[in-house]
């Protein structure tokens, strides 16, 4: 094999798996030990300059971070249940624990001929692509219909999961910067917004519509049937404060969690959450569903709504097939009838929450956005431009729905585009991140930072009485961690950033390292093709989708192969070589934003 070239930057990226996996690219390890060190106002602004809302997806993130944790992978073969470091949790410590932190915010610098930007959508998109452009001088105007930013933030996600004056703050912070917030103003046509001389656009209004149902008996007992993010929406406003006695709810995904949890709290003595998959299949989150069954609610599977039922003009239940799955040759699931009675359920109202959909009809089909098929903007999927070069999508306007971070992300990628296409650059050319790597070495065999693994489990956030909660749907559910937790649950982290960087030339291969290592993932070898040299490993390393740290140049003609998928990163075969030849550097990946490093420096005349 070739020596593994680290200055790559995204060898090492890709070793911080909780890093690779986040759509924001936050430096997880790197916030985590800040909590650690007590320092809460550092780690929320490392959050703040990837991610923008700490205290909002320190609450509400979807997580991709924690199933990529590395803890979990190592815990596996240890542990009855494994579990990765509570990333997201500790996300939420650093923002409920830091000081004042305005003074440490960008000062945009005064550009009064700077280009103008319209962002259409107060959501997290909008609000990403705001924060990156107006700290350095653009002219953002950001159109919403709301009367407060925050988008889906504010109308989609219920108070007892997030509070309101955690949304003020954080999207306070961006308006800030110089944002040009036009509350209460809805865009109506594109052409006539384009007219008004913006020289990008950016389109950030979310997949504002949820889908129905149409079967038998919608039109009959529409007065008590309800749209799920219409619903919530209509709740956070203050619009609808009660609910039937029996609820029912339909959908899988996180918006059906909201909608059941929520009916709870408005009076349903009787909440069921209705599925057509089966429970491991269903798009909510695993924490999101336990939730709800915490608060007493049934989740029924594998039943597929076939009429709703009515006297009258009332709605009394509906009518669902039982099915299940089948699978073909290719894998594809095809849900079929399981041959057993049809499954009745009486009810007063129902939420629909079977997914989302988005809706153009402002976007004029004659000024140059072409879509495709199924109504959705043709983009460049890096770039996100549309088909009109000034225009730009993100977050579920773009690409359908994910979630807030996924939002970040595109509006991260988006105003990279917008600054490079308004400095003259390729907007395809994408700049690499930024890749520090400092020794940690205090001493021959001291380390800046604490190399102990420990052994504790995973720390439960603590919960509000849930009698206490569902008595009120301003109370928040989830309490955080304090202070002493946070610090325990930190120590977890197993600093995936700090690597093993090896040195052939000053290797006496004494095979210490190899008799250290706790994970066996150090091995000296002969060379080969990649498939026979990871099963000539110490440990096989199975898992592909993490390279091999590979070193040649030794005095036998061996290499040096470490399986970075189970290391640990705990130092001990630099602790244990006589020579020096393994360091441990941490290596610090910073994405490029918007801004001067996004481009190519600028010669100037001598």
Not at 82 to 93: F, M, S
Not at 251 to 276: F, I, S, W
Not at 399 to 412: C, D, E, Q, R, S
Request: aromatic share 6%; charged share 30%; with cysteine.
């Amino acid at each position: 094999m070739q020596a593994t070239d680290i200055r790559n930057p995204d060898y090492f990226h890709k070793v911080v798996d909780c890093q690779w996996a986040c759509p924001a690219h936050t430096p997880v390890p790197e916030y985590i030990r800040l909590i650690a060190a007590g320092r809460h106002s550092d780690a929320y602004m490392v959050n703040w300059r990837s991610n923008v809302f700490p205290g909002i997806l320190g609450r509400t993130c979807d997580r991709p971070c924690e199933p990529a944790c590395r803890r979990g992978r190592v815990e596996e073969r240890q542990a009855e249940r494994p579990e990765p470091v509570a990333i997201c949790r500790l996300k939420r410590v650093a923002a409920d624990l830091k000081d004042d932190i305005r003074h440490r915010l960008p000062r945009p610098p005064q550009r009064p001929d700077a280009p103008r930007v319209a962002c259409i959508g107060g959501g997290p998109a909008s609000l990403t692509v705001a924060r990156d452009l107006a700290a350095i001088g653009y002219r953002v105007t950001v159109f919403d219909e709301g009367h407060r930013a925050g988008g889906m933030i504010r109308t989609q996600i219920p108070r007892f999961r997030l509070p309101e004056e955690v949304i003020d703050e954080e999207t306070g912070y961006i308006l800030g910067l110089g944002v040009d917030f036009r509350a209460g103003q809805r865009i109506d046509s594109m052409k006539a917004l384009l007219a008004e001389g913006f020289d990008a656009v950016f389109v950030g209004c979310g997949a504002p519509r949820g889908r129905d149902l149409d079967i038998p008996g919608r039109s009959e007992a529409a007065a008590k049937i309800r749209v799920g993010i219409e619903w919530l929406a209509s709740v956070s406003f203050g619009h609808t404060t009660s609910v039937g006695k029996r609820v029912l709810v339909l959908g899988g995904g996180n918006t059906a969690m909201d909608c059941c949890r929520t009916a709870r709290r408005l009076g349903g003595e009787d909440v069921k959450v209705v599925v057509r998959s089966g429970f491991d299949e269903m798009k909510a989150s695993p924490w999101e569903k336990e939730d709800a069954m915490h608060e007493g609610i049934p989740i029924l599977n594998w039943l597929v709504p076939k009429a709703f039922l009515h006297e009258s003009g009332k709605l009394t239940g509906m009518v669902f097939e039982k099915v299940r799955a089948e699978y073909d040759e290719r894998g594809r699931r095809k849900l079929v009838p399981s041959g057993e009675p049809d499954v009745h359920l009486e009810c007063d109202e129902v939420l629909v929450a079977v997914g989302q959909e988005n809706a153009f009809p402002w976007i004029e089909r004659d000024i140059g956005i072409e879509f495709d098929d199924w109504g959705m903007p043709k983009l460049d999927p890096v770039t996100l431009r549309s088909t009109l070069p000034q225009v730009f999508f993100g977050g579920d306007a773009a690409l359908g729905p994910k979630n807030i971070i996924w939002a970040v992300a595109h509006g991260h990628e988006a105003a990279v585009s917008i600054d490079r296409m308004l400095n003259g650059e390729p907007v395809e050319d994408r700049p690499l991140p930024a890749v520090e790597t400092m020794s940690q070495k205090m001493g021959i065999h001291e380390w800046s930072y604490d190399n102990d693994v420990s052994l504790e489990a995973r720390h439960r956030v603590p919960w509000r009485d849930v009698n206490q909660a569902l008595r009120d749907i301003r109370v928040e559910v989830e309490l955080g961690f304090d202070a002493k937790t946070a610090i325990r649950e930190a120590q977890r982290c197993l600093n995936c950033d700090v690597q093993t960087v090896f040195s052939a030339p000053q290797c006496i291969e004494c095979d210490a390292c190899v008799d250290i290592c706790p994970m066996d993932c150090i091995t000296f070898t002969a060379d080969g093709d990649e498939a026979g040299l990871r099963q000539r490993l110490r440990a096989p390393a199975s898992n592909l989708e993490q390279a091999l740290y590979v070193q040649d140049g030794l005095k036998t003609g061996r290499v040096m192969v470490k399986d970075e998928d189970v290391c640990l990163h705990c130092g001990l075969c630099a602790e244990r070589c006589p020579t020096g030849a393994w360091d441990m550097q941490k290596t610090l990946i910073s994405m490029t934003h918007a801004g001067p490093a996004c481009r190519p420096p600028q010669r100037k005349a001598a």
